[in-house]
């Protein structure tokens, strides 16, 4: 299976790059260096404009557990945000992707930038699908705790809980646990509210 130049994520819906790779069309059209040669057939698609320096961005998401600067990454629209991400990473973790006007096709909103419920926009069709009910014996391709995706088998659905945290460096965690809020109850008094201050324990027990 094929692994695509700009995210290395392996499958999905991918296109001929003229350097004899391959790439995500949804990556291909949210790089702005990115072009498609041919704009009707989406192909082949000319990645060769992309620079060092989107290359040499880490990605708020993979990096963290792959330790590893790899493809290309895209930045939160908003005015002096610098959070960086894979295309494919940020569409797993929820971020906000709508059409904007040249030169950036795409506008993305970071989790701290995010639009209100009321105001978000579903991504382009082409990254549609990941809201779609599973079911056991389904085969999906689910991400490992190395930070790689594999094709797997679902073998049980359960629920759970998370809430979002951004913490004071600028940083966030979206899977943070109810009993890792350490200054809050949230079996006995629900979720806290929106924008308080909370004290979460983390994985090196600080």
């Not at 899977?175 to 324990?201: I, T, Y």
Request: with cysteine; hydrophobic share 35%.
């Amino acid at each position: 299976m094929q692994a695509c130049c700009l995210c290395s994520l392996r499958g999905g819906a991918l296109k001929k790059t003229t350097d004899d790779r391959w790439v995500h069309i949804i990556c291909a059209v949210a790089v702005a260096e990115a072009r498609f040669v041919n704009a009707v057939e989406r192909e082949p698609v000319d990645v060769t404009a992309v620079p060092d320096t989107r290359k040499s961005l880490k990605c708020v998401y993979c990096h963290k557990t792959t330790k590893q600067v790899f493809g290309a990454c895209i930045q939160c629209s908003r005015d002096a945000c610098s959070t960086s991400f894979h295309v494919t990473c940020a569409l797993l973790a929820g971020v906000v992707m709508k059409l904007a006007d040249w030169p950036y096709l795409v506008s993305v909103s970071c989790h701290k930038h995010k639009p209100s419920p009321q105001k978000a926009v579903h991504p382009p069709k082409e990254a549609r699908g990941a809201s779609r009910e599973l079911s056991l014996g389904q085969e999906v391709i689910g991400r490992n705790s190395n930070g790689w995706f594999y094709r797997c088998t679902i073998t049980g659905i359960g629920s759970q809980t998370y809430y979002e945290v951004n913490f004071e460096d600028g940083s966030y965690c979206d899977n943070v646990f109810p009993e890792n809020l350490l200054s809050h109850d949230c079996l006995r008094n629900g979720a806290p509210e929106l924008g308080e201050l909370v004290v979460v324990k983390t994985k090196d027990g600080r």
